[in-house]
């Protein structure tokens, strides 16, 4: 028996176009990644450059989106903001999803024990909001933006655990799994080798859209002061300098919080395309 043969492979996967809403996250998410690389080719001014004549100045030509209460070009600290956010998407989820995909595969595949004890992990984690839970890990090791990476990881490891242990447990009930038990390959190379390429998709797709809520989370702490701290450019610090301007000067949170929505919609688009793009035929 053909071990090959039998692994519902990612040959199997629908080789098509790519969907509309690949191409649109795509778009967005390879032009946000390239204002956070080079944001100085793009911002008119810098960022923490203060200009006490052209204090809370409504959008003009000379500021597109206006300046704040110490006369600093919005616009330019908006892309600059893109390197910090684009930082927190990442390093927020990559080592939980990297972390949570293996242990989800180990734990899919021993079942048992494993599996009994994971669930009780999953059950405490899941007990508390998401948001509180982070909150209260950053409040412990103090603010900033490491200390929000590891309380997010703490906590956001266990989603892509259980996703995966899922998929896992039904991919080694196929037949392809018992070919290679059959055929005398090891544990490790079965969950590595064949059983978790067929059951990572899921994550992937979960990890798109985890990048958006990673955005919102860092706006979020920045914005009760648990995230980045002033004076850095970052679009939660942003919205928290303008709330008390809202009335006079709105352009000084409205802009932050317009790029958020942009950038969350091209991680949520990528996410869907690439779940329509994966779909594996059963």
């Not at 734990?107 to 009780?120: D, I, N, T």
């Amino acid at each position: 028996m053909s071990l090959a043969a039998d692994r519902p492979a990612l040959s199997k996967v629908k080789l098509r176009r790519p969907p509309n809403t690949l191409l649109s996250g795509g778009a967005i998410l390879c032009l946000s990644l390239l204002v956070a690389f080079f944001p100085g080719y793009f911002a008119p001014y810098d960022p923490a450059a203060f200009d006490y004549n052209a204090l809370l100045q409504a959008p003009s030509w000379a500021h597109p989106f206006g300046t704040d209460s110490f006369g600093r070009d919005v616009l330019s600290r908006v892309i600059h903001a893109y390197t910090i956010d684009m930082q927190i998407a990442i390093f927020a989820t990559t080592p939980a999803f990297i972390f949570g995909t293996i242990v989800g595969a180990l734990v899919g595949y021993a079942g048992g024990v494993a599996e009994s004890l994971f669930g009780r992990v999953v059950d405490a984690v899941i007990t508390f909001p998401f948001l509180i839970l982070v909150i209260a890990i950053v409040s412990v090791l103090g603010p900033g933006l490491g200390n929000m990476y590891i309380a997010v990881g703490v906590v956001g490891w266990v989603f892509y655990a259980r996703l995966v242990a899922s998929e896992v447990k039904v991919q080694k009930r196929l037949d392809y799994a018992d070919a290679g038990r059959v055929m005398g390959y090891t544990p490790m190379r079965i969950v590595f080798r064949h059983l978790l390429p067929n059951a990572i998709t899921p994550a992937i797709v979960y990890w798109m859209t985890d990048m958006a809520l990673a955005i919102l989370l860092g706006s979020s702490l920045g914005y009760l002061g648990l995230g980045a701290q002033p004076p850095a450019a970052e679009w939660g610090v942003q919205i928290a300098d303008g709330k008390n301007f809202m009335n006079t000067a709105w352009w000084i949170s409205v802009f932050p919080g317009i790029a958020i929505v942009v950038t969350g919609l091209g991680f949520s688009l990528a996410g869907d395309g690439i779940a329509e793009l994966l779909r594996v035929r059963r």
